[in-house]
């Protein structure tokens, strides 16, 4: 099958690989949250390395990047993420996304599988499903809203939200992310055929478990729902729980020799 998906020439400003692991059989792939950054995985990707290479994606306009805009659509930031991630898709790919990072994942692997070569099973955590449309307006709250909203959320280093000046600098890319999540409306009847597995915080404010259940219309392969204890971001919260989720799921791909 011809490739419609082009290798983009700035993979490495995109993709981090914080422990590059040359004799892994795998990849995973982890997209970050609104206002978070490729570093949030570092421990995922210490945890799994060496028998599996973990690759953070990094949106423009934070960290080392923080120079560049902030992408405001999706759909733009799926595109320019899947090029981005061509060059190291000689491995079968797993993708992991936490709350705009699923829906970023599920566009993603949307665009691979237009291409023959979707990702052997896709994480969706923290997100309702792209069916679920409600309207939020964050973004176009003052800085002070939105900081309230990171704090409410309870999903950014406090080391940020106490440094006035680092905050206002990071704040550009928070705003263009909440744009970008608040403004998306999936394609009707937009689904993947990657097995997909949806991970969901029992006390989420911003995900039921209804909302949560509703991803399965998403997929035609196999679905699975985990819930655990926690709010928001139960991923730190439980993250030996989460890990063991992803290890188990590697192990049955990798078995041992």
Same mark, same amino acid.
């Not at 792939?29 to 949030?40: E, I, K, L, N, Y």
């Not at 994480?123 to 499903?129: H, L, N, T, V």
């Not at 909440?178 to 989420?204: C, F, H, M, N």
């Given at each position: 099958?011809?490739?419609?998906?082009?290798?983009?020439?700035?993979?490495?400003?995109?993709?981090?690989?914080?422990?590059?692991?040359?004799?892994?059989?795998?990849?995973?792939?982890?997209?970050?949250?609104?206002?978070?950054?490729?570093?949030?995985?570092?421990?995922?990707?210490?945890?799994?390395?060496?028998?599996?290479?973990?690759?953070?994606?990094?949106?423009?306009?934070?960290?080392?990047?923080?120079?560049?805009?902030?992408?405001?659509?999706?759909?733009?930031?799926?595109?320019?993420?899947?090029?981005?991630?061509?060059?190291?898709?000689?491995?079968?790919?797993?993708?992991?996304?936490?709350?705009?990072?699923?829906?970023?994942?599920?566009?993603?692997?949307? $665009? !691979?599988?237009?291409?023959?070569?979707?990702?052997? =099973?896709? @994480?969706? +955590?923290? %997100?309702? *499903?792209?069916?679920?449309?409600?309207?939020?307006?964050?973004?176009?709250?003052?800085?002070?809203?939105?900081?309230?909203?990171?704090?409410?959320?309870?999903?950014?280093?406090?080391?940020?939200?106490?440094?006035?000046?680092?905050?206002?600098?990071?704040?550009?890319?928070?705003?263009?992310?909440?744009?970008?999540?608040?403004?998306?409306?999936?394609?009707?009847?937009?689904?993947?055929?990657?097995?997909?597995?949806?991970?969901?915080?029992?006390?989420?404010?911003?995900?039921?478990?209804?909302?949560?259940?509703?991803?399965?219309?998403?997929?035609?392969? $196999? !679905?699975?729902?985990?819930?655990?204890?926690?709010? =928001?971001? @139960?991923? +730190?919260? %439980?993250? *030996?729980?989460?890990?063991?989720?992803?290890?188990?799921?590697?192990?049955?791909?990798?078995?041992?020799?």
């Amino acid at each position: 099958m011809t490739s419609t998906l082009s290798a983009g020439r700035d993979s490495d400003q995109w993709v981090r690989r914080y422990h590059p692991a040359p004799d892994a059989s795998h990849r995973l792939v982890c997209f970050p949250h609104a206002g978070g950054s490729a570093s949030f995985y570092f421990p995922v990707s210490a945890a799994l390395s060496p028998r599996v290479e973990v690759a953070a994606v990094m949106y423009p306009g934070r960290q080392d990047r923080r120079t560049e805009p902030g992408i405001e659509d999706i759909a733009t930031m799926a595109d320019r993420a899947a090029a981005a991630l061509v060059p190291i898709s000689d491995r079968p790919l797993t993708f992991f996304g936490h709350s705009m990072g699923a829906v970023i994942a599920f566009e993603v692997a949307r $665009r !691979f599988e237009r291409d023959g070569r979707g990702p052997v =099973h896709v @994480f969706a +955590s923290g %997100r309702r *499903a792209p069916s679920v449309f409600r309207p939020e307006n964050v973004h176009q709250r003052d800085d002070d809203g939105i900081v309230a909203e990171m704090k409410a959320l309870s999903g950014t280093d406090s080391r940020v939200l106490g440094d006035e000046e680092l905050l206002r600098m990071v704040l550009p890319a928070i705003r263009s992310d909440y744009r970008a999540i608040e403004k998306y409306q999936a394609e009707p009847g937009a689904t993947i055929g990657s097995p997909l597995t949806v991970l969901t915080g029992d006390a989420d404010p911003r995900t039921s478990l209804d909302d949560a259940r509703a991803w399965e219309q998403h997929t035609s392969g $196999r !679905f699975d729902l985990k819930i655990f204890p926690g709010g =928001h971001f @139960f991923l +730190s919260e %439980r993250a *030996a729980d989460v890990m063991a989720v992803l290890k188990e799921h590697f192990a049955a791909q990798t078995p041992a020799a």
